[in-house]
Structures are given as structure tokens and as C-alpha cells.
């Protein structure tokens, strides 16, 4: 069924999830799918149908403090 699925979205011209509609609304489906929460956010989503890979990149809003247990230390800045 997978094989399916990949050979139809090649049909429409979308080997990749980017190329199904607003990037952002992509995103947040699959925040509220994977229940990602701020500060963490959906960075990208790629799916390969020729690899039958799907690939989510999670990042975090740079800056942001995370809670560890009598510690709390501000996060280093995202590098590309």
C-alpha cells in the first residue's frame, strides 16, 4: 500500500510535502499529529517517494530556556 500511496502523490506532482499546500499549514499538522509544543516547532518535512522516507526536522525557537531539574539555562543559538 505504501508503494501506492508514493506512485499517487508522484501522479499529482508531490514528491515532496512541501509541494502540497502552504508549508506552514504542513507544519502544524504534523505538530498537532506529533503533539509538539512551544518552544519546539516543526522546522521542515520532506517525503522521498523514490526512498519511501519521510523526514521531520524538529528545531526549537533559539533563546529558549528548558526546564532541567534546580537548573535552568538559557539554550545556544541554532546553527544552519
Known amino acids: 500500500m505504501g508503494g501506492e500511496r508514493a506512485a499517487?502523490?508522484?501522479?499529482v506532482g508531490c514528491s515532496s510535502l512541501r509541494n502540497l499546500g502552504d508549508r506552514n499549514m504542513t507544519a502544524k499538522l504534523f505538530e498537532a499529529a506529533l503533539g509538539i509544543t512551544s518552544p519546539w516547532y516543526?522546522?521542515?518535512?520532506?517525503?522521498?517517494?523514490?526512498?519511501?522516507?519521510?523526514?521531520?526536522?524538529?528545531?526549537?525557537?533559539a533563546g529558549s530556556r528548558f526546564a532541567v531539574p534546580g537548573i535552568e539555562a538559557p539554550t545556544r543559538p541554532t546553527t544552519p
Open 8 to 11: 499517487a502523490l508522484e501522479r
Open 42 to 61: 516543526i522546522k521542515d518535512v520532506d517525503f522521498d517517494a523514490a526512498q519511501k522516507s519521510l523526514t521531520i526536522t524538529v528545531d526549537f525557537v
